[in-house]
């Protein structure tokens, strides 16, 4: 299996500016997971789905960030607009139904 | 609210010794603990799981001890690779509730060759 798919890789953008990361999950995976890297912070839970349904976005910082997951293998997170606070990596988890999270590679996002 | 912490932000050893990475919870509800480890410019991989009914488990040079009375864990390291230099996070759930996967700020182990 191909893991987890992340894009892009790396984002470099203006503030203001309208920023979609994607996210193809394991195949069969009934959860997904968005997490984001910082340093004070460490890894943090953003929001997570199961079988395509959101289960907790409670740690969605504000209403500029939404996610949505149309079918079993596809999520995007949004940023809407951007703010240079928003720069760090963020991650796309996918799991089955209990079990380990299976980390895609992050993407990076810089915020100027 | 910080309910999982790696209170140690980095740590030093030398090849050979022994490693231990040090991580505190606060929820009781707490029931099941992982260990990810994190190369720079890569997503965490899983390395080792421990469920709340044991106190012990252990992976090759990899053991994870679970202490439920002071909600604490411990990932101990035998005996340390230079390879094992990298970022390592504890993560913790309460998978009697959700799945919901809380994790630590991370530990970044230097094994010294």
């Known amino acids: 299996d191909a893991g987890v798919i992340q894009s892009p890789r790396h984002e470099v953008t203006e503030m203001g500016q309208e920023v979609t990361l994607r996210c193809k999950p394991i195949?069969?995976?009934?959860?997904l997971f968005w997490y984001r890297q910082t340093m004070m912070r460490g890894l943090e839970l953003l929001i997570y789905?199961?079988?395509?349904?959101?289960?907790?976005d409670s740690g969605m910082p504000e209403d500029r960030f939404s996610a949505k997951m149309p079918n079993a293998s596809f999520s995007t997170l949004k940023i809407q607009p951007s703010e240079p606070r928003d720069s760090a990596v963020y991650f796309c988890a996918s799991s089955f139904t209990p079990g380990e999270l299976f980390f895609g590679e992050g993407s990076r996002l810089t915020v100027l | 609210d910080q309910q999982v912490k790696q209170n140690s932000p980095s740590l030093s050893v030398q090849e050979g010794r022994i490693s231990i990475l040090n991580c505190d919870y606060t929820?009781?509800?707490?029931?099941?603990f992982l260990w990810y480890k994190k190369y720079p410019a890569e997503g965490p991989t899983f390395l080792i799981s421990i469920s709340s009914i044991k106190d012990k488990n252990e992976d090759g040079r990899f053991t994870v001890f679970l202490n439920k009375s002071a909600k604490h864990l411990s990932l101990h390291i035998v005996p340390s690779q230079p390879g094992d230099s990298a970022v390592y996070f504890c993560a913790a759930s309460a998978t009697s509730g959700t799945y919901k996967y809380i994790f630590g700020t991370g530990t970044r182990l230097k094994v010294l060759a």
């Open positions: 789905f199961n079988n395509n349904v959101p289960i907790d």
């Open positions: 929820n009781s509800m707490f029931d099941y």
């Open positions: 195949s069969g995976h009934d959860y």
